[in-house]
């Protein structure tokens, strides 16, 4: 059984820790092409974008992220904001009555169907050459459309750009944490955009052109995770999706460890279902990194983290059975128990790729946080996210599984998001 667990353990231990050597890679080899555009930046053309708001019970959101979007450093008369009310029960659709006579709103109203069917009602009356989302609850820098047309612009065959997401003003350490986490997912995916390799295309602020649903179609419900799905779609069509460091958007993010645990059920059901739809991707080389690294580690990630915790969870009981044995035959010798002696510490290469392993993570989150031009250094929040996401993460993680293998449907947990959010 020893040996069986070791093999396993290695195989995930060396997986996990080439996947971040990859990136840091990548990374040294790229960094020059890491560019930040200056406050006045200028674009050899403005081409007309869309803006698509979908609401559902966003009366207390709203305002701030509508505030957002016509502060927007961009011509007025090539900027159209849609906001779509997806049959909201609270204010939502009074409160967005205020923006009837502004010549850059227009705003929608539609029986309940899903965040999908919101967006496909935008599409539906779309006339411009770009065209993107912003969720609800979330907010964008002024500066943030023209550094992703600039990225359109450096490259005629980019069809999608996504933002860097930025956990706005934490409050708590779960919300500090996420920061943290947010931080080493917009290097993960800058890395990714260089290797083509990005998945998912996510609702705050990613800018598609209009040509991706002319010829693939519109979105869909995928399970409740229609920003992973469509990036999928447009991976097996072959397009191309970048990602723009310095197009700031901040939201957010749940404030405790049960509404966490709700988003991320959500979110890992989606990947699992998803994977599953889009299988035929696993493995393949002319789906170049997205096949043969992105999917892949995605799995090595979920089964590795739930592999480690029943580790630990089994040597923690383990350790105590031995130690109340150790008690019934030696009587009770507290400087026998709990005597220490470096002859049992472990110095297997176990240990090392462990503590490697590690140090690619901090070192992830430090580059992370340089690219997103944040003034903080090393701080023990790097810490706490490795610890607190040990913790819960296999326990969402299972879940998810639990839920994709019977095949149950996780919207519920999308409805008590915002119901919590929005408390």
């Given amino acids: 059984m020893d040996s ?10 060396f997986i996990s820790v080439y996947v971040q050597m990859f990136f840091l890679v990548t990374f040294l080899q790229k960094r020059k092409q890491i560019v930040y555009s200056p406050d006045d930046l200028k674009l050899d053309n403005y081409p007309t974008v869309t803006i698509m708001v979908p609401c559902y019970n966003e009366e207390k959101t709203l305002e701030k992220t509508i505030k957002s979007l016509l502060s927007l450093d961009y011509p007025r008369e090539k900027l159209k904001i849609f906001i779509i009310d ?14 009837n006579n502004n ?15 919101a967006l496909n009602l935008g599409l539906k009356n779309l006339e411009s050459e770009f065209v993107g989302c912003l969720d609800a609850d979330s907010f964008v820098h002024p500066q943030a459309l023209k550094r992703i047309m600039k ?13 860097s997401i930025l956990v706005f003003n934490p409050k708590n350490i779960i919300q500090t944490v996420q920061r943290v986490e947010y931080e080493m997912a917009n290097y993960v995916k800058k890395m990714l955009g260089f290797i083509g390799g990005i998945h998912v295309t996510p609702g705050p602020f990613s800018i598609f052109r209009k040509k991706v649903f002319d010829e693939l179609g519109p979105y ?18 072959w397009y191309k999706i970048d990602a723009c460091p310095d ?8 404030d405790s460890i049960m509404k966490l645990h709700r988003q991320r059920i959500r979110w890992i059901y989606g990947f699992i279902r998803n994977l599953i739809d889009y299988r035929r991707l696993l493995f393949k080389k002319k789906y170049g990194a997205v096949g043969l690294l992105t999917l892949p580690s995605g799995i090595v ?4 983290v739930i592999f480690l915790f029943l580790t630990i969870t089994y040597n923690f009981f383990k350790f105590i059975i031995d130690k109340i044995i150790q008690l019934y035959t030696v009587g009770l010798n507290f400087n026998h128990i709990f005597s220490f002696d470096w002859f049992f510490f472990d110095t297997k290469i176990a240990l090392f790729l462990s503590i490697v392993l590690y140090i690619l993570v901090i070192v992830s989150v430090m580059i992370g946080r340089n690219m997103t031009r944040e003034k903080r250094t090393f701080s023990f929040t790097i810490i706490y996210f490795i610890i607190i996401y040990a913790v819960v993460a296999p326990f969402w993680m299972l879940i998810a599984i639990y ?12 409805e008590v998001e915002r119901r919590a959010r929005n408390n």
């Fill in 247 to 254: 197009a700031y958007v901040y939201t957010n993010s749940p």
């Fill in 220 to 237: 869909r419900k995928a399970h409740n995770t229609e920003d992973q799905e469509i990036g999928l779609r447009m991976q097996e069509h």
């Fill in 301 to 304: 990630s979920i089964i590795g």
């Fill in 403 to 414: 839920n994709a293998i019977r095949s149950k449907e996780s919207s519920w947990t999308l």
């Fill in 4 to 13: 069986i667990y070791s093999v396993i353990f290695y195989v995930f231990a």
């Fill in 86 to 99: 997806d049959g909201s029960r609270d204010n939502t659709w009074n409160l967005m009555q205020q923006y």
């Fill in 151 to 163: 990225t359109f612009e450096s490259n005629d065959k980019i069809m999608a750009v996504a933002p």
């Fill in 103 to 117: 010549p850059n709103i227009r705003i929608f109203h539609k029986e309940n169907g899903g965040k999908h069917t």
